[in-house]
C-alpha cells in the first residue's frame, strides 16, 4: 500500500460554502494504475491536489509511503513532494525561459542528489522516454501543447518518483500521443511506481488498472 | 546545491527580460555614481578649504585681548562691602584703558613653547594697524612684525612669494613684504618704497623687498610682513614688546587641548584653529548633510525603482512559482531566487555606479578652476576616497537587498494549488 486517504472531506468557502469532497476512503497499492472518473465538477482535480500534498486545507488523514503528511509543514511537504511525487498538470506548466531539458532537470537539481552530468543523462533518458529528446534544447514557450505536456510528464518522472499524479494527462494530446503517454505509465508500474491519473477519457481508464468513480464529491464505483 | 540552481534560475530570468533589468539596474548607477561625485567634490572642497585654513593660520594664537569689561573702580567697591550695604553706583559708558596688548614677558615664553615635545613651530610677532601711503592713496591694513626664518617655518613662506625674497626681511632693517592684492591696490613694486602710518601717527618709510600671495583675499589685500624690530620701532616700543605667539603642533587635531592647557600654564588667552574658524565648519557640516540627503534620496528612488519591477516581476512569474513549488521548491528556495535577483541587479548598478561616478569625478578635477587667480587652485578639487566607493557599493548592495526582499517574501508565500488551479 502506498497511499492511504481516510474520511477526506474538503470545503470551499468561496463564493459561498460548498461541500466539494464529502468523506472520502480509499487505499492504493504500489505499482497500481489508477484512473479518477466522473462527471465535470465531481471533484476529482480537487482530490488530487490534496492527495499530492499541495493543497492542506482539507479535513481527514492522508499518508503517502507509510508517512503521515496532514498536519506537516509548507516546506516539510515541499521537500517530500520533491522526493516522492511526480506531478502532471491539466495545463502543461513548463517555464518557458528555460530549454525542454532544463525544464525536465529542475526538480532533479533541487533535489541535489547527482552530478549535473547525470542529471542531464537522466533528463535526455526521460526525453526519450516521451519521445522528446530531439526538442531538448529548444525553447520550451516554442514548443507546441502536446509537445509541452510531453516534456511536463518527463519533468515528473525525472527523480523516480513513488507516485506520479497527473490531472488530465491526454487533454491536449491527440490520439497517437495519448496512446504513448498511457503505454509510458504502463511501463512505470511495471517498474514499481504508482499512478494516478484523473481522466475523462473512458477508454484510457478502462485500460488501466483500477477505477475510481466519484460523483458529486463522493466515490460511487471503486 | 540549491542556492547554485537559485541563481541559475535567478541569471535566466534576468537575461529573458534584459530590457527590465538594464532600467532597474541604471536606477542603482545613477543614484550611486551621484552620491560618489556628489561626496568627492564636496569632501574634496572642504578638504581643500580645510587645508588653506589650516596652512594659513595658526594652530593656536595667544594674545593678549584688551578689555572692555573690566569692573569700574566703583563695582569694586561694592564687591568688598556686604550684600545689604550695597550704594547705587553707576557709571555710564565706561572705555577701556589704554591697556598694553603685549605679552609679558612673550620672548620668554616662546622659547618656553619651543621645547614643548607637541609643537612644531612657534613665531612671535609685533602686530598693528597702519595706513599704507604711496604717493596720495592711503590703504588700511595690518603689518606684522615677526622673526621671518620662524614665520617661514610656520606657513612656508617661500612658496608664496610672487616676487622678491623673504631673506630681503633679514638684511635690510627697512624692508618690507606687502600681499599681492595690497601691492596692487597701493601700486607698489619690489623696490619701491612706501611709507606707512600706525594709528597713532608715526610714519615709517619702508622699502618693498617681497610680495606675497596666500590666496586669501583678506589676507593678500590688507596685510604685510616687517621685522619685529622694525615693527616695535614704529610703535616706539622696546624689544621686549610681543603682542601674538603663532603656533604649529605636530598633530593639528590636538590644537583645542593644547589651546586650553596653553592659557592654563600663562594666563594669556589663546585661540585654536577651530575656534577661529568655527564659520567655516559650520559650513563644513551643512555640505556633509546636504550630501547625505540627496544620495539617499536618490537611491531611495532607486530602491522604489527595483521594488516596483521586482513586484511586477513576480506578478509575471506567478506560474513559474507556482509550478517550482509544486516541484518541492521550498519558500527559502523562493526567497533566494528572486532575492537574487534584485542583489545582482544592486551589485551590478553599483559597479556600474562606481565606474562611471569615478570618471565624472575625475573629469570634475581636471576642469579648471574659473577664478584661478583668486584661490591658489587651477582646477576643483576633488577628494578621491577609495571609502567612499566601498560605501557606493554598499549602500546599492543594502538598498537592492531591502527592496528585493518584501517582494521575494511575497512571492514565497505564493500558494500553489490557488494558482494551478486556474
Ligand atoms: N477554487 C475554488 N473555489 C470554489 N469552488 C471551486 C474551486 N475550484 C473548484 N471549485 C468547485 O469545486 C467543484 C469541483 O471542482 P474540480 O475538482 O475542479 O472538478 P473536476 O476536476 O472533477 O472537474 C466544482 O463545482 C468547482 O466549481
Ligand atoms: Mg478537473
Known amino acids: 500500500m502506498v497511499l492511504k486517504a481516510t474520511n477526506i472531506i474538503k470545503y470551499f468557502h468561496e463564493p459561498e460554502d460548498f461541500q466539494v469532497l464529502k468523506g472520502l476512503n480509499f487505499t492504493v497499492d504500489k505499482g497500481t494504475f489508477l484512473s479518477i472518473v466522473g462527471k465535470s465538477g465531481c471533484g476529482k482535480s480537487t482530490l488530487l491536489y490534496i492527495l499530492s500534498s499541495m493543497d492542506t486545507d482539507y479535513e481527514g488523514q492522508l499518508e503517502i509511503n507509510g508517512q503521515l503528511l496532514t498536519g506537516k509543514s509548507q516546506n516539510e511537504l515541499a521537500r517530500f513532494r520533491n522526493q516522492n511525487l511526480g506531478f502532471v498538470f491539466q495545463f502543461h506548466y513548463l517555464l518557458p525561459e528555460f530549454s525542454a531539458l532544463k525544464n525536465v532537470m529542475l526538480p532533479a537539481m533541487k533535489l541535489g542528489r547527482f552530478s549535473k552530468e547525470e542529471i542531464e543523462n537522466t533528463a535526455m533518458e526521460k526525453l526519450r522516454l516521451v519521445g522528446m529528446e530531439d ?23 525525472v527523480n523516480n518518483p513513488a507516485i506520479i499524479m497527473a490531472d488530465e494527462p491526454t487533454g491536449n494530446l491527440d490520439k497517437a500521443n495519448s496512446i504513448k503517454v498511457f503505454d509510458i505509465f504502463m511501463e512505470l508500474t511495471s517498474k514499481g511506481q504508482t499512478i494516478i491519473a484523473v481522466t475523462h477519457d473512458n477508454e484510457f481508464a478502462e485500460k488501466s488498472h483500477r477505477i475510481i468513480e466519484m460523483s458529486d464529491g463522493k466515490i460511487v464505483r471503486s | 546545491m540549491t542556492l547554485k540552481l537559485s541563481l541559475d534560475i535567478a541569471i535566466t530570468h534576468l537575461l529573458a527580460r534584459k530590457k527590465q533589468s538594464i532600467v532597474a539596474m541604471l536606477g542603482v548607477t545613477f543614484g550611486i555614481s551621484m552620491f560618489l561625485v556628489m561626496i568627492s567634490f564636496m569632501t574634496g572642497v572642504n578638504k581643500f578649504l580645510n587645508d588653506l585654513a589650516l596652512d594659513n593660520s595658526p594652530h593656536i594664537r595667544i594674545y593678549n585681548p584688551i578689555k572692555t569689561d573690566r569692573l569700574t573702580i566703583l563695582d569694586e567697591m561694592a564687591a568688598t562691602k556686604a550684600p545689604n550695604q550695597k550704594g547705587m553706583n553707576v557709571v555710564y559708558h565706561q ?34 594697524q597702519v595706513f599704507y601711503n604711496n604717493g596720495p592713496i592711503q590703504v588700511s591694513g595690518t603689518i606684522s612684525g615677526t622673526d621671518i626664518v620662524k614665520e617661514n617655518a610656520l606657513y612656508n613662506l617661500k612658496s608664496k ?55 586669501i583675499a583678506t589676507v593678500d589685500d590688507t596685510k604685510s610682513y616687517a621685522s619685529i624690530a622694525t615693527v616695535q620701532k614704529i610703535l616706539q616700543k622696546d624689544p621686549s614688546y610681543i603682542t601674538d605667539i603663532h603656533i604649529k603642533l605636530k598633530d593639528y587635531q590636538k590644537s583645542k587641548v593644547m589651546a586650553a592647557e596653553l592659557n592654563r600654564m600663562f594666563g594669556f588667552k589663546t585661540e585654536d584653529w577651530e575656534t577661529a574658524n568655527a564659520a ?85 578635477s581636471q576642469t579648471p578652476f574659473p577664478e584661478a587667480g583668486f584661490l591658489k587652485i587651477t582646477t576643483f578639487p576633488v577628494n578621491f576616497d577609495p571609502r567612499f566607493y566601498v560605501a557606493g557599493v554598499f549602500f546599492g548592495f543594502v538598498t537592492t537587498l531591502f527592496a528585493g526582499y518584501f517582494p521575494a517574501l511575497k512571492a514565497s508565500k505564493i500558494d500553489p494549488v490557488a494558482i494551478i488551479r486556474g
Do not use: C, W
Open chain 1, 135 to 157: 526538442y531538448a534544447l529548444k525553447m520550451s514557450s516554442k514548443l507546441s501543447g502536446g509537445q509541452q505536456q510531453r516534456v511536463a510528464i518527463a519533468r515528473a518522472l
Open chain 2, 95 to 128: 572705555r577701556p584703558k589704554n591697556e598694553l596688548p603685549n605679552i609679558d614677558k612673550g620672548m620668554k615664553l616662546v622659547r618656553i613653547i619651543e621645547k614643548m615635545p607637541e609643537v612644531l613651530g612657534v613665531s612671535p610677532q609685533v602686530g598693528t
Open chain 2, 161 to 215: 612669494m610672487e616676487d622678491g625674497n623673504i631673506e630681503g626681511l633679514l638684511f635690510n632693517p627697512e624692508g618690507i613684504i606687502i600681499g599681492s592684492g595690497l601691492a596692487k591696490k597701493i601700486n607698489a613694486k619690489t623696490g619701491d618704497r612706501i611709507s606707512i602710518t600706525t594709528p597713532y601717527g608715526n610714519t615709517l618709510l619702508l622699502k618693498v623687498v617681497g610680495i606675497f600671495s596666500f590666496g
Open chain 2, 280 to 364: 567655516f565648519f559650520a559650513g563644513d557640516q551643512i555640505r556633509y548633510v546636504m550630501t547625505a540627503v540627496v544620495s539617499i534620496t536618490l537611491l531611495v528612488v532607486a530602491g522604489f525603482g527595483i521594488y516596483n519591477i521586482m513586484n511586477m516581476h513576480i506578478l509575471n512569474k506567478i506560474k513559474d512559482i507556482a509550478i517550482l513549488k509544486a516541484m518541492g521548491f521550498e519558500g527559502k528556495d523562493i526567497i533566494a531566487t528572486f532575492l537574487m535577483q534584485s542583489v545582482i541587479i544592486g551589485i551590478l548598478g553599483g559597479l556600474l555606479g562606481i565606474s562611471i561616478g569615478y570618471f565624472f569625478s575625475y573629469l570634475i
